[in-house]
């Protein structure tokens, strides 16, 4: 399969003209949009989450991942082949979780242009259609990039984060934390949120943190939008008590 990552939305043009060139280039690849609300320009928090999404794909998959707010600059392209998935997309720390938990990588540098292409869309121009070569085993010019010439200031982020990465549809809040064992507390703004294993599990417009579905720590209130009890946002600190 190919699956799409980014920070596009469904609103507007950009998700579906990416989607056409991948389905053009791979007609007989599956494409799933696995998300289309990624944070918003932001690498980051987008590196955590894609990394806990990995339980997803397995061998020979891959993965176009765009969220890109460097478009057009001197930032580099990659292909991240990681246990057997490959991840295609704009060398700006995107994948530095997925190839810092991995056992076996390669990292390549994209030297492959399209004859027109965009300063400003390169999901489309320059990823999409490498993706559908990559799925369909076609060659396109690249060199192996060593990880000295990789984006420095990913290298210098924690391996767990401690802060909100995403705010889903409900206003439940995931953090960038794995989840850990059901002792503990944890603190956001001036309140502490204690532990439980689903929503019913606490009283109505009872907050509480769990063990959500991808693995990482969430904070959500039952039947209630955590964002807004805790006024929060992308991140927005938490810690662990």
Not at 10 to 30: C, E, F, K, L
Not at 66 to 81: E, I, N, Q, Y
Request: aromatic share 8%; hydrophobic share 40%.
């Amino acid at each position: 399969m190919i699956f799409v990552f980014s920070d596009f939305g469904v609103i507007g043009p950009y998700s579906g003209t990416m989607r056409s060139v991948v389905m053009r280039n791979a007609p007989d690849i599956a494409i799933c949009d696995l998300m289309l609300d990624a944070p918003d320009r932001n690498p980051r928090a987008s590196s955590y989450l894609l990394a806990a999404l990995g339980r997803e794909f397995k061998p020979g998959d891959v993965v176009l991942a765009v969220v890109d707010p460097g478009v057009g600059s001197t930032r580099k392209g990659l292909v991240v082949t990681a246990d057997g998935v490959t991840y295609v997309g704009p060398d700006n720390g995107l994948f530095e979780m997925i190839i810092r938990r991995a056992e076996d990588v390669t990292v390549r540098c994209i030297d492959w242009e399209p004859e027109t292409l965009s300063a400003s869309f390169h999901g489309r121009d320059i990823f999409g259609p490498v993706a559908a070569m990559v799925a369909t085993g076609q060659d396109f010019a690249s060199h192996v990039l060593p990880s000295d010439q990789r984006y420095d200031d990913a290298q210098d982020w924690p391996d767990a984060l401690a802060e909100v990465i995403y705010i889903d549809t409900y206003g439940n809040l995931m953090t960038g934390l794995p989840a850990q064992n059901s002792e503990i507390k944890l603190r956001i703004g001036d309140r502490m949120v204690t532990a439980a294993r689903t929503f019913s599990d606490v009283p109505l417009g009872e907050p509480f943190h769990y063990c959500n579905s991808i693995g990482l720590c969430e904070i959500a209130v039952n039947c209630g939008r955590a964002d807004q009890v805790f006024e929060a946002q992308i991140g927005m600190p938490v810690s662990v008590q």
